[in-house]
């Protein structure tokens, strides 16, 4: 399975920007798509996540601001960022809960991450 991002740019503070995450692969069923972020010098934390059934999580610092969505079909999750801060900038983490067809071991759920996409707020 493959998590493929695409959307991280340069934008002034107040900007917007979306972020798009496409899953590939053997997949039997997606259970949750989502975003981590991670600044330099910081630890991984949650953005949002979407579960298959439409159920949103957002960190405290983005709700209001960020809104994700998905499309079951494209097996695709967005971002769409707005008001952006330049506390936003990071490097943005798709991540997806996935069960995947496994060969002769049937369907294994595995978390699985995209390579990142970077996020720079200017002030």
């Known amino acids: 399975v493959q998590l493929v991002e695409s959307g991280g740019d340069l934008v002034q503070a107040g900007g917007s920007l979306r972020l798009s995450c496409t899953a590939s692969?053997?997949?039997?069923?997606?259970?949750?798509m989502g975003w981590y972020r991670q600044a330099p010098g910081k630890q991984r934390e949650l953005v949002a996540t979407?579960?298959?059934?439409?159920?949103?999580n957002y960190a405290g610092s983005v709700e209001g601001r960020f809104t994700i969505s998905g499309d079951n079909a494209k097996k695709t999750v967005y971002l769409q960022m707005n008001a952006l801060e330049p506390e936003d900038t990071a490097v943005y983490y798709c991540?997806?809960?996935?069960?995947?067809?496994?060969?002769?071991?049937?369907?294994?759920?595995?978390?699985?991450w995209g390579q990142g996409t970077q996020v720079t707020v200017s002030s």
């Open positions: 991540y997806g809960n996935i069960q995947v067809i496994s060969g002769s071991i049937g369907i294994q759920e595995y978390d699985h």
């Open positions: 979407v579960t298959n059934t439409g159920d949103t």
């Open positions: 692969g053997n997949i039997f069923k997606i259970n949750i």
